[in-house]
């Protein structure tokens, strides 16, 4: 057999195909042309903005309006550019020397949080009062984005106790009523543990199915996300759902888990169902869904909607 | 005269019968009128002649009407091949990299009947950068050639070297002499072979179906584009800027889909599920380097569209598979919705192919869904296939062609209960007695191939793979030959291993593009229609198209009109595609899948059902953008999965069914991507994402926005969908001339509805919505109505024609006879 010729780098030698002079280098193109010139009034311009106005138009608008103190991350937001909170931090430093601005007072809570006034609208000793209780809104407001961000619930209990609040003399829900903190709700998981949530960034459905998983009493997870699947779309559920990692259940406990929840006579309308080609396991709800409907729709995810892209 | 955006305003015309091969024409200096020849190239004045149809197909269908006649065959000299981009093509909006292919279709059973194939890509709006609407290649080449077109220069040039080459081999060479910036669209042996099941391809995984063996019939091998020009867009850049970003936010992913696949704590309702957002965190284009997080990918971050659809993970075998093999997922010229998945696998590199691999969807099994035990983990066979599939050019005809191979592969004659007519006992000898049919108990192959055919097939199959494939000894069939003597289900293909599945896949790309065509498709045809059984090659077989086989095999027919593996055909043997299998579409689906010559391709409907709202939001959100069509119920079933769930028709079903053939016709003229659109859904909600349009509603004007900002026109919505009627109704009179009837109701639009669309005594078939057939009568009468088409025959009526500006095809029709 004859051996293949190879190159310096030991490659099997091929053919060259086509020219061997180099190709033309890519050609640079406008692909694009306009016919109109935009009209004048659509010309974006950021407008000119006085900063240290904006910021004392802000406070006082918002101890007359709302009676509330003002965070320094809301002074940071009316600061255009790119280093906001430098100009936010220099605005204030003139305003101090300004007698036009003699009214914009500060309060620096005991945790080290700023927060601003106008002694227009808000007293020195109402500001000093209310101080606490922004710091525990602000507290309470940073924890709990941060943790929805990351898809996690964060308990209410422990968070009070870290602020050194009493939950008794300020409601959870409360918070909700500031303007600045309506995305900040709460979910009670079956245990009776009470959980924070924001809504800005998790759903509240989702908030409910992690409620479930801090139950730890996986079979009620189970049961409670197939009725709410059977009732909502309604579908059948594919039991690979629950290995999703919020559900938090592993591989090797999925079989067990599952035939658990199917013994247990609460949640006896939940009904299981294989797939004859794939092996699929199903779970639904005769509540909602009745079986034949459910094993179409089961037949339709796992071999009719492959079967045509 | 008016001056317009999106049109350049040129139609390159090449007429391959009358073209010196070298010879460049500068189609500005040399061509001094349109129309007017030069080494048979001219160009048309694309206002004057094609404005009312758009561009891209509509375009193409009024060159078949004006320049074919009613006896014009696919493979004819005298059918035209139209290249047509819209005015939008290439303008940056959204998903404008398409080009449609419009032809005389070869693998309709009538290939005098018209239809198109389209391609994504960059070919389409480099073509528009080159200057030019639309390319029309008429006649055809003493010797194979190709086209190179750099903007105003064109020439016919030799392509002998290229010839019995694959694509790859002849984009390779292409780019070579026009330089990486070019863009190629060529066929494989496929196309030249003939096979009427073979595409046009271009950038790798983008193909047309269906025209390649049009390219071939005139000795077309490609054609090279290289366009440094600029569309002209109407609109300012301000107001354009704006209009991009605001369709941005409200695109989803692939298939429409507006919620994620997977249950993600970002979307604002806990909805997730039933689409092609299949992005998450933790989710990897495993084989990039280094590796990317597709990550959370939230409805209104804008620089995460492209991250959404993470097909490798959905199409490929999922965890530890298709995200592991997954490079990226990369798509059009224009378009931010990312759906052609880019793969990695080392392992094809001991078949002869690289490990980098790219295709989508039905794409990535065009041959290796012939297996009969499909390899572990499926990726590496989908790849391979990938890699021969598309260099020979074989079209996969939504998975019918395979369907069809493995049919013919497979199955046995033996009559049985079921099929007593497929072998008749008896026939009659040359006296008139009966005798026992020497036919029984023949496999498809005994009874139709030749006997010279049998043996190279069951005898000497390693020698009939071109190189380089003969090296790896595809020995399948040699080891496990048919044999008569022994039962049907002793005769069944025995367990294989994996590694000689594989090389399987060489030999079936051969087969499929033709290589032992001895006499071709339309030869063997010819000699099986006049009663010559085993008479064909295997190849030639196959290439000739599921509809003119089924009519030679009546085994076929049966199967593809009863076989309940979900790729039914239609009666009229082209497959169905996103018909009543689909949760919720029933009338809709069966009404679009009866109206076209090859599958429908609309995804106006599927994608606005797949969006993953579910049937109230989905019929809420229609109601408030459509309303004014005059809805009377529900447009979407609530359920359709039984029988029983299929409401009756109504008004809303008929205008969902016409809004989704209208926008579907104008997408593929103007050019914009109908695998994604429409916008009629929106992933964002109300409350928390200030959706100003309400819950996930979309926008039903984007179409026609986006067509006056580029040609400065100011159509209103519905002017801009009487386009997309005159584009239907231009396709009817195409098929009234060609079929010589006026009755196409009857004779095409019923003719496309099966059986299996209705229930058989009561008797439930998995996969579809069944639906009533006195339900069906009246939903193609509410169809018709919504065209202003005759209920009786289905024609466009004068009065219609008339109000489309079409008198002068009703006065045609009319001398013919075939207007109501």
Redesign the interface.
């Given at each position: 057999m004859q051996e293949e010729e190879k190159t310096a780098a030991g490659e099997p030698k091929r053919d060259l195909?086509?020219?061997t002079e180099p190709?033309?280098?890519?050609?640079t193109?406008?692909?694009?042309?306009?016919?109109?010139?935009?009209?004048i009034e659509?010309?974006?311009e950021i407008p000119a903005v006085d900063l240290k106005e904006a910021i004392a138009e802000r406070i006082r608008t918002d101890c007359k309006e709302l009676a509330i103190l003002v965070s320094e991350g809301t002074l940071v937001g009316l600061a255009p550019g790119d280093q906001p909170h430098e100009a936010v931090s220099a605005a204030l430093a003139e305003m101090t020397k300004n007698p036009e601005y003699a009214d914009i007072k500060a309060v620096t809570t005991a945790s080290g949080l700023v927060f601003f006034y106008s002694e227009r609208h808000i007293k020195v000793a109402e500001a000093a009062a209310k101080s606490l209780l922004e710091e525990v809104k602000f507290r309470i407001g940073e924890k709990v984005r941060v943790d929805?961000k990351e898809?996690l619930l964060t308990p209410v209990d422990p968070l009070y106790e870290d602020i050194g609040w009493d939950r008794s003399a300020y409601s959870p829900d409360e918070i909700r009523k500031d303007p600045r903190y309506e995305d900040i709700k709460t979910v009670t998981a079956a245990t009776g543990e009470m959980f924070f949530y924001s809504?800005?960034?998790?759903?509240?459905?989702?908030a409910?199915?992690l409620a479930r998983v801090a139950s730890k009493d996986v079979c009620i997870l189970i049961a409670e996300t197939v009725r709410d699947e059977s009732r909502?779309?309604p579908?059948p559920t594919c039991v690979m759902?629950f290995l999703?990692?919020?559900f938090g259940v592993k591989e090797e406990d999925l079989e067990s888990v599952v035939r658990k929840t199917l013994e247990r006579p609460e949640f006896r309308d939940i009904k299981a169902m294989i797939h004859p080609v794939t092996g699929a396991v199903y779970l639904y709800s005769d509540k909602y869904l009745d079986g034949?409907?459910a094993f179409?729709?089961m037949?339709?995810e796992e071999?009719?909607r492959p079967?045509?892209? | 005269m008016a001056v317009y955006g999106g049109w350049t305003g040129k139609v390159l015309r090449v007429d391959l019968s009358n073209a010196a091969i070298g010879v460049e024409v500068d189609t500005t200096k040399q061509l001094t009128a349109f129309d007017a020849p030069v080494n048979g190239i001219s160009k048309v004045d694309t206002i004057a002649k094609y404005k009312d149809y758009l561009g891209g197909l509509g375009l193409g269908l009024k060159v078949l009407w004006d320049e074919t006649t009613a006896t014009t065959k696919a493979f004819d000299v005298g059918n035209k091949l139209v290249f047509g981009v819209g005015p939008l093509t290439g303008s940056g909006t959204p998903l404008s990299g398409r080009v449609t292919i419009t032809s005389l279709w070869p693998a309709h059973l009538n290939d005098s009947l018209a239809a198109s194939g389209h391609m994504g890509g960059h070919w389409g709006p480099e073509l528009k950068y080159a200057g030019w609407d639309a390319v029309i290649v008429q006649g055809k080449a003493s010797k194979p050639v190709w086209i190179q077109i750099v903007n105003d220069k064109v020439t016919v040039m030799d392509a002998g070297n290229m010839w019995g080459n694959g694509i790859y081999r002849a984009t390779s060479d292409i780019m070579d002499i026009m330089g990486p910036s070019a863009h190629v669209a060529a066929i494989g042996q496929a196309g030249e072979n003939l096979s009427r099941l073979a595409c046009c391809m271009t950038g790798r995984s983008h193909s047309a179906g269906g025209v390649g063996g049009v390219m071939g019939s005139k000795n077309l091998k490609a054609i090279g584009v290289l366009g440094t020009g600029a569309v002209k867009i109407a609109t300012d850049k301000v107001t354009w800027k704006a209009l991009v970003k605001y369709q941005h936010t409200n695109l989803g992913a692939n298939s429409g889909g507006v919620i994620p696949n997977t249950f993600q704590s970002w979307q604002p309702d806990g909805l997730f599920g039933g689409t092609r957002w299949t992005a998450a965190k933790g989710r990897y284009w495993g084989a990039a380097t280094p590796p990317v997080d597709t990550g959370d990918c939230t409805s209104t971050d804008m620089n995460s569209i492209g991250l959404r659809t993470h097909k490798g993970f959905a199409d490929h075998g999922g965890a530890g598979i298709g995200d592991k093999h997954t490079v990226k997922i990369g798509g059009c010229h224009g378009c931010p919705i990312r759906c052609h998945i880019y793969t990695d696998c080392p392992q094809l590199e001991q078949y002869g192919v690289s490990r980098y691999q790219v295709n989508t969807c039905s794409g990535n099994s065009i041959l290796s869904s012939h297996l009969t035990k499909a390899p572990t983990p499926s990726i590496y066979g989908s790849q391979l296939s990938v890699a021969i599939g598309d260099d020979y050019g074989c079209w996969r005809d939504y998975g019918l062609a395979a369907g069809v191979f493995n049919f013919m592969y497979k199955t046995k004659a033996f009559p049985d209960a079921a099929h007593p007519t497929w072998t008749p006992a008896t026939v009659k000898d040359a006296n008139g007695n009966d005798i026992p049919n020497p036919v029984i108990g023949m496999s498809l192959w005994d009874k139709y191939l030749s006997a010279a055919e049998r043996t190279r097939l069951t005898t000497n199959i390693a020698a009939t793979i071109p190189a380089p494939w003969k090296l790896l000894n595809p020995d399948h069939i040699a080891k496990y030959p048919y044999d008569p003597a022994k039962t049907a289900a002793q005769n069944q293909p025995p367990a294989q291993t994996k590694d000689s599945d594989l090389r399987f896949i060489p030999w079936l790309g051969a087969e499929w593009a033709g290589n032992k065509m001895v006499d071709g498709t339309i030869a063997t045809w010819e000699k099986i229609q006049a009663g010559g059984t085993q008479s064909a090659t295997l190849g030639a077989l196959i290439s000739m198209g599921a509809g003119r086989l089924a009519t030679l095999v009546p085994e076929l027919e049966y199967e593809l009109l009863n076989n309940k593996n979900n790729t039914n055909a239609l009666t009229t043997s082209f497959i169905k595609h996103h018909s009543t299998e689909q949760a919720g579409a029933g009338y809709v689906a069966a009404l679009i899948n009866m109206m076209f010559n090859r599958d429908p391709q609309c995804h106006t409907h599927s994608n606005y059902l797949g969006n993953g709202l579910g049937p109230d939001r989905q019929n809420a959100i229609f109601a408030k953008l459509f309303a004014a069509d005059g809805l009377d119920g529900p447009a979407i079933d609530p359920d359709s999965f039984l029988a029983a769930d299929t409401g009756p028709m109504n008004k809303s079903k008929a205008v969902f069914a016409k809004l989704s053939l209208v926008y579907l016709e104008l997408h593929n003229s103007s050019t914009i991507c109908n695998y994604t659109l429409p916008g009629w859904a929106s992933p964002l909600n109300a409350a928390r994402d200030k959706n100003p349009n309400g819950d996930y509603v979309g926008d039903s004007d984007l179409d026609v926005r986006y067509h006056n900002a580029v040609t400065g026109e100011n159509l209103t919505r519905q002017q801009y969908e009487d386009i997309g009627i005159r584009i239907l109704s231009l396709t009817r009179a195409l098929n009234a001339r060609a079929m010589n009837t006026k009755e196409q109701r009857i004779l095409h639009d019923k003719k496309a509805i099966p059986s299996w669309y209705f229930a058989t005594n009561g008797v439930w078939k998995s996969g579809i919505c069944q639906i009533d057939p006195a339900q069906m009568e009246i939903a193609i009468d509410m169809l018709y109505a919504e065209f202003g088409w005759d209920k009786a025959t289905g024609m466009p009526t004068r009065a219609t024609f008339e109000r489309l500006g079409m008198k002068a095809i009703a006065d045609d029709l009319a001398a013919k006879g075939l207007l109501p």
């Open positions: 195909i086509g020219p190709p033309a280098p890519p050609v193109k406008v692909n694009i042309v306009f016919m109109s010139e935009p009209p659509a010309v974006e929805s898809e809504t800005r960034h998790m759903s509240d459905y989702f409910l199915v909502i779309y579908r759902l999703e990692k919020v034949e409907r179409m729709k037949d339709y071999v009719i079967a045509n892209p | -």
